[in-house]
């Protein structure tokens, strides 16, 4: 590979409009990989070597990957093509083209979706970027500030290949904020009344401040938060619909009928998680899924210890 500035006049590639008057445009790759299917596409002598064929790395942005006549016989001759007769080079690039403003702005938006963002870009790289996606993640936020901030971002050209940028940028949001209603205590499932809504107009914050009430109905706070202190998601948690050591209600097909009968739950879990379940009677385990909060219901296939004798009765053996 050769950066594009030491490239001689006559091999110069075509990378993007500005650059057009090269005398040998470059083909752009097609992935991480140039592969036969790209040179068959450039040369058409080469259209007989197999298209997934990985002929060689494809350059990084700003660089070209230059293949010259000569081994582009000898790539022939491996493949029993004929002769590609060529006389020039031929080279890959990716075409670049400066990052619009709008580009800029839309992706930020994407990012801040949610949040009525009001976005003031202030300066950016001047680098030429590669066609793909532009993201600015939260996490390339250097500070949450009032003042102007740089927004590291990058555009994936690529499944797998990243095309680093920034931005200095001023970003307001504005939203809705739930606060404590009165101190909340580790431990304690909030109910209504136990949080206010507020308005919120400033930089984002770092981090998720729950903003509607949707949110909040039954969950379990992990920490104390102080009156008027602002609820943080990541320090609450939805209740187990089953606790360790619950009796359960385990339900269990037999045939066509539908048997209940207690268990001991030996986990804890979620809707729909499966946990181990201790048959009181047998003193058998078993796994079941969690279909309701107190409710099991056994794994197909799955034995409980069930007993055809007792299933009327509706005992688990």
Known sequence: ??????????????????????????????????LGSDLAAAVPALVGLPPNLKVSYAPVPGLARVFHPDELRRLARA???TDPG??????AAWPLAPLTLETVRS????????????????????????????VFPLSGLSAYSENAVVWKGYVLYTAARRFDTWVSVRVRVNETHLKAQGAIRAGEKLTAGRWRAESYSGPPVRDQVLSDASQVAGLVARRDFAD????????????????????VAVSAGVGSAQ?????????????????????????RTFKARITAAG????????????????????NLL
């Open 79 to 81: 493949h029993n093509l």
């Open 107 to 134: 992706a930020m938006e994407k990012a801040l979706a949610g949040h009525t963002p009001q976005i003031e870009v202030v300066t950016q790289s001047k680098a030429d970027a590669p066609v793909g996606e532009l």
């Open 86 to 91: 060529l006389t020039t080079n031929v080279c």
């Open 228 to 247: 008027g202190a602002p609820l943080l998601g990541n320090f609450f948690e939805t209740p187990k619909a089953v606790e360790r050591g619950d009796t």
């Open 259 to 283: 048997i209940e009968a207690p268990g001991e739950a030996l986990g804890s879990g979620g809707y729909g998680e499966v946990i181990v379940v201790r048959n009181p009677r047998s003193n």
């Open 1 to 34: 590979m050769q950066r594009l500035s030491s490239i001689p006049a006559v091999l110069l590639c075509a990378v993007s409009a500005v650059q057009a008057w090269a005398a040998v445009p470059c083909f752009a790759p097609t992935g991480d990989w140039i």
């Open 295 to 314: 409710k099991v219901e056994v794994l197909p296939g799955t034995s409980a210890g069930l007993a055809g004798s007792e299933t009327a009765s509706g």
